[in-house]
């Protein structure tokens, strides 16, 4: 049986981010919940007060995009790292993607999954499922019942059969070795099982069909970004959202467009969405504060799929951001080992570091005057709460929500460098920047596991946390 021993925390002079604007209040924390708004000075009996004077509350972020490569990649990344770079990072809950080997395809695999990480967890955690097509779309319901944030399909991406970790090179394995890429008869009937349930699936939208035809007219051989893009063309991540839009008005499924990089599919998003289609974008920090001008002078390091594009397209990922058509922000934290990311560019995996990082990086933008506090808690917490099933537990500061704060200095500044960054193999495409506004604290349960850049106890607190419910796709 779980028990919490959590302190009554107050935290007193700190400004609290919610949707209106800011609320001059003290916050007190009781048994891990947020107990009562008090006025500012109020006297109540605690165990513990944190001034948070000038500083910033928000409701615990929540990066919803992780690889930690646990089990079965741990030379990469391990979940202990993973999270705990997400809790200096201001990162109070993650949800990790179920491709590690073997991935999470089933209800077994799935409490073999929470069973593996929860010890590790240094942050609460929710886990995603993965479709493989015909071959386990009975399972569908097993994860869902067992609380999976949602579903995810490789779009486009071969599996072993025998460990069922992704294939990038068909020809590399004997077909009997290989469970093809589901064709599009296989994608309409795993919307339709999602769809019974009133969960969420999310694809990355990319049209193999059209990667294969650019990569065949380049000759398979990459040499500089601009290949890359020519490689990966925008039209095969629209392609691919086109058609899931339209299975989504078919069959009534929430859909969710995750890593979305492209000024093409945003513009898909949005004519969906504006049609009634339930259909939901996720974009990262690197496709808003990167483009391909910046490779030159980052390098391979910051190879992703989809590649990080143009200046026209991040101009377009920003307004998705202002008029909502992009919902929710996550990482896609997905490392490499140091060596790996060295290779050349047609060689090296795709894949950057990122959970420690996504909350300084979207703070800069805040400081910017890219998005307000208000519009920064909605993408990073809120917002991603309600998509993923997870509020009000999660997502706000409201007495009776988990007692998960991100305390900024809105103020304060981090420098990004890779020896200060807690991945297993940290190499950011942000080191070297100084970046304005600052995590400070985390509070996660009602405890204030880290602040100024240390951890206060030496042993992980994180929870496994279900997904209890369904909200609307659409923001409210």
Same mark, same amino acid.
């Given at each position: 049986?779980?028990?919490?021993?959590?302190?009554?925390?107050?935290?007193?002079?700190?400004?609290?981010?919610?949707?209106?604007?800011?609320?001059?209040?003290?916050?007190?924390?009781?048994?891990?919940?947020?107990?009562?708004?008090?006025?500012?000075?109020?006297?109540?009996?605690?165990?513990?007060a944190y001034d948070a004077s000038g500083k910033l509350l928000?409701?615990?972020?929540?990066d919803p995009h992780v690889h930690s490569r646990d089990p079965g990649l741990t030379h990469k990344e391990t979940f202990w790292h993973s999270t705990l770079s997400a809790l200096h990072g201001g990162v109070t809950t993650v949800l990790e993607m179920p491709n590690s080997v073997p991935p999470v395809v089933d209800g077994a695999s799935y409490s073999s999954r929470v069973a593996c990480l929860e010890p590790q967890a240094w942050v609460d955690f929710?886990?995603?499922?993965?479709?493989l097509g015909h071959e386990n779309v009975?399972?569908?319901?097993?994860?869902?019942?067992?609380?999976?944030?949602?579903?995810?399909?490789?779009?486009?991406?071969?599996?072993?059969?025998?460990?069922?970790?992704?294939?990038?090179n068909i020809g590399d394995l004997p077909p009997e070795q290989v469970i093809a890429p589901p064709e599009n008869g296989d994608v309409l009937s795993i919307f339709r099982a999602v769809a019974a349930r009133g969960g969420l699936l999310a694809a990355h939208c990319e049209d193999r069909h059209l990667l294969e035809a650019a990569e065949e007219e380049l000759g398979h051989s990459l040499s500089t970004y601009d290949d890359l893009l020519r490689a990966r063309p925008a039209s095969a991540e629209s392609t691919a959202v086109t058609i899931a839009a339209h299975f989504a008005s078919l069959t009534g499924c929430r859909f969710h467009v995750v890593h979305m990089a492209s000024a093409e599919a945003t513009d898909v998003v949005r004519r969906a969405q504006r049609a009634g289609a339930l259909v939901s974008a996720e974009t990262c920090p690197q496709y808003l504060t990167l483009t391909d001008a910046d490779y030159d002078q980052i390098g391979p390091t910051m190879k992703v799929y989809p590649p990080i594009r143009? =200046?026209?397209?991040?101009? %377009?990922?920003?307004?998705?951001?202002? $008029?909502?058509?992009? @919902?929710? #922000?996550?990482?896609?934290? =997905?490392?490499?080992?140091? %060596?790996?990311?060295?290779?050349?560019? $047609?060689?090296?995996? @795709?894949? #950057?570091?990122?959970?420690?990082?996504?909350?300084?990086v979207m703070l800069d933008a805040m400081a910017r005057g890219r998005l307000s506090p208000q519009r920064l808690a909605d993408v990073l917490s809120a917002n991603t709460a309600r998509l993923y099933g997870l509020y009000p537990r999660k997502g706000m500061l409201r007495p009776g929500a988990d007692a998960d704060i991100t305390i900024v200095d809105p103020e304060g500044s981090v420098k990004i460098s890779d020896e200060h960054l807690h991945s297993l193999n940290a190499l950011s495409p942000w080191r070297g920047r100084t970046l304005k506004g600052a995590p400070v604290a985390t509070v996660l349960g009602g405890r204030v596991a880290a602040e100024a850049g240390q951890v206060r106890d030496q042993t992980p607190a994180g929870k496994h946390v279900r997904a209890e419910h369904v909200r609307p796709v659409r923001e409210e």
């Open positions: 049986m779980e028990t919490n021993t959590a302190p009554r925390l107050v935290v007193r002079g700190g400004s609290l981010v919610v949707p209106d604007g800011l609320v001059e209040v003290d916050l007190l924390c009781a048994d891990g919940k947020v107990a009562a708004w008090l006025a500012r000075g109020e006297a109540v009996p605690s165990d513990e928000f409701p615990g972020f929540i929710g886990l995603w499922g993965m479709t009975d399972a569908i319901d097993e994860m869902f019942d067992l609380g999976a944030v949602a579903v995810k399909l490789f779009w486009g991406y071969a599996l072993r059969r025998d460990t069922r970790s992704l294939v990038y143009t =200046a026209a397209d991040q101009a %377009a990922l920003w307004r998705g951001i202002e $008029d909502k058509t992009i @919902a929710s #922000i996550g990482s896609d934290h =997905a490392p490499h080992t140091l %060596a790996e990311k060295a290779e050349p560019l $047609d060689t090296q995996p @795709a894949g #950057i570091v990122g959970v420690e990082t996504i909350v300084p």
